[in-house]
């Protein structure tokens, strides 16, 4: 089992910049790579970034490549999201995900455990 607990999403205007993370817990955190998530309102789940177990192998969706960053901590077993230059277009729900098996993943289904979700929103 893993547990995944998101933190610091909230309200910024356009242009401002937010740092997610998430907290695993339950496995050894180096052991399984993550991924971050969201979710718009009447939307599907998407893509947002991914990491490997080691932390040398990202992968952005294309809608926020150059803007977002990606890493982890394995020491604090924490994974991050820095998000800047945010557009309305980024509001949304996001969420981190465990991939147990693979090396980190675009498709939502490779992913084992996922957290609870955090909002973000945007004011244009």
């Known amino acids: 089992q893993v547990q995944l607990v998101e933190s610091g999403g909230g309200l910024v205007q356009a242009g401002g910049s937010l740092r997610l993370s998430c907290a695993a817990s339950?496995?050894?955190?180096?052991?399984?790579?993550m991924g971050w998530f969201r979710q718009a309102p009447g939307k599907e789940r998407e893509f947002v970034a991914t990491?490997?177990?080691?932390?040398?192998?990202?992968d952005y969706a294309d809608s926020v490549k150059g803007r977002f960053t990606i890493s982890r901590d394995n020491a604090k077993s924490r994974v991050y999201l820095q998000m800047n230059s945010l557009k309305a277009e980024d509001t949304a729900v996001y969420y981190c995900?465990?991939?147990?098996?693979?090396?980190?993943?675009?498709?939502?289904?490779?992913?084992?455990?996922w957290g609870q979700g955090t909002q973000v929103t945007v004011a244009s």
């Open positions: 990491i490997s177990r080691s932390g040398r192998t990202l």
């Open positions: 995900a465990a991939d147990l098996l693979g090396s980190g993943s675009r498709n939502l289904n490779e992913y084992d455990y």
């Open positions: 339950g496995r050894t955190f180096s052991a399984y790579a």
